[in-house]
Every structure is written in C-alpha cells, then in structure tokens.
C-alpha cells in the first residue's frame, strides 16, 4: 500500500488548523471536571452517577483509538478526521440535548 499523496494544488497550511482541532477535541474528555458539578445540581445526581458519562467516553477513547489507529493506516488521516468530526460533534449535540431537557440517559448516551 502506497502513502496517501496530497493533490497537486493541495495547500499545507490546512495541516496545522487540523492537528489543533484534533488536539482540542482529545482535551474536551478532561474538561468533564468544569461541567460535573453543575450537571449533579441540575439532575440531582450522586458522584457516582456523574462520573459514568466520563469513565464511558474514556473507555470509548481507548476502544476508537485501538480499532481506528488500524483503519487510519488503511484509509489515511482524513477519513478518521471525518469519522471523529461526526461521532465527537453528534455525541457533544446528544449531551447537550440531554442536559437541555433533564434526561440523565441522553447526557451518557452522548
């Protein structure tokens, strides 16, 4: 299998933007700290209840990069920006969802 090669034309300066949104997306899991205490207030939750949505997106983090990291060599880096950009984005909506209308199983299904 060859490396992907960029198209003729293709600018390089769309590299580093990328990279710091990736790099910004990883860091959103650990920002979980800035969102619990006011999501416990606003549901009602235990600790243990608001820490399930962080322990399952960690877990999801390590499952994505275990089974992506083989089809990125397969597919190339632009494919899994797109498949991150869409699984991060509705799973970030979802949450939102769920914090918007109170329901506790929308927020850990996001």
């Given at each position: ?13 769309l ?9 910004l997306?990883i860091g959103?899991?650990?920002a ?10 606003a ?21 994505s990069?275990?089974f992506?990291?083989t089809?990125v ?7 899994a920006?797109?498949?991150?950009l869409?699984c991060?984005s509705?799973?970030f ?18």
């Open positions: 299998m060859s490396p992907p090669v960029a198209p003729p034309g293709w600018s390089r300066w590299v580093p933007p990328a990279a710091l949104s990736v790099h997306a959103q899991a650990y979980w700290s800035v969102f619990k205490p006011p999501l416990e207030s549901l009602h939750l235990t600790g243990t209840e608001s820490a399930l949505p962080f322990q399952l997106a960690i877990v999801m983090l390590g499952l990069a275990a992506g990291g089809l060599e397969r597919n190339g880096p632009r494919w920006m797109t498949v991150a869409v991060f509705s799973g909506l979802i949450s939102a969802l769920g914090a918007e209308t109170k329901q506790y199983w929308l927020i850990v299904l996001g």
